[in-house]
């Protein structure tokens, strides 16, 4: 079993509808949560970042923690096609390394 | 956050070379990582380097093939030695920004092995 796993999509969807991104992680300990976009032919760019259980929003991005479930979310409001890029959620470990999702690649049609 | 520049930005390279991938970052950082990112992909660790120590392989990754130098807190490189086209892939580096954990990457390095 992967420690994150995350849905590859791609997932298409119209302009101004809200997405939910998801992943699911194996191991209790993590604390740290981030959720990196890539545009194509570029390096990630970190959108958010959460520490334990909760939501955190910043402008239209909402990230959500649950750690009960040990499930990861992020929610993009009035989606833009300049949202379109693939989105990759990454937990931190105890040696502080980033581990991440297989990314999934989001398409907002205008 | 950190600035990282990476270098170069994407490079074709003959089999059986190597290539030397540099990153400078903006302030001083304890800890650098190297990923490697294959087509269609999500990011996997390579290895950490430590200034003043050698750099900790992750599982399936030799220093042989990826010799890391960490000469001190702002510098480090990746060599990707005796290329085959299954090294074709973009290798990014990364640094944890102080008092966050919003890690920050640099812009990559795009290789193709011909």
Do not use: H
């Not at chain 1, 997932?11 to 890539?38: D, K």
């Not at chain 1, 040990?70 to 990759?88: G, H, M, N, V």
């Not at chain 2, 950490?48 to 510098?75: H, W």
């Amino acid at each position: 079993q992967k420690e994150v796993e995350q849905d590859p999509g791609p997932l298409s969807v119209p302009e101004g509808a809200i997405v939910s991104l998801n992943c699911t992680y194996s191991n209790s300990a993590f604390q740290y949560f981030m959720w990196y976009r890539q545009y194509s032919r570029k390096g990630p760019e970190l959108l958010m970042y959460t520490y334990s259980s909760g939501n955190k929003e910043d402008g239209r991005f909402t990230a959500q923690v649950d750690k009960s479930s040990k499930y990861i979310s992020l929610f993009i409001r009035d989606s833009q096609p300049s949202d379109s890029a693939t989105y990759l959620c990454a937990v931190v470990d105890s040696s502080y390394k980033l581990i991440f999702g297989s990314g999934t690649r989001l398409l907002v049609r205008p | 956050s950190a600035v990282i520049s990476q270098k170069p930005s994407r490079d074709i390279c003959q089999r059986g070379t190597s290539l030397t991938i540099q990153c400078q970052v903006d302030s001083q950082v304890t800890m650098m990582f190297w990923y490697r990112q294959q087509p269609g992909q999500s990011l996997t660790l390579i290895a950490t380097a430590n200034q003043g120590s050698e750099a900790t392989y992750e599982s399936g990754f030799v220093i042989d093939k990826f010799p890391i130098s960490r000469p001190n807190l702002t510098f480090s490189t990746l060599t990707v030695s005796n290329m085959s086209p299954e090294d074709s892939s973009i290798y990014l580096c990364s640094v944890p920004p102080r008092g966050t954990y919003g890690y920050t990457f640099g812009s990559g390095t795009r290789l193709t092995v011909v």
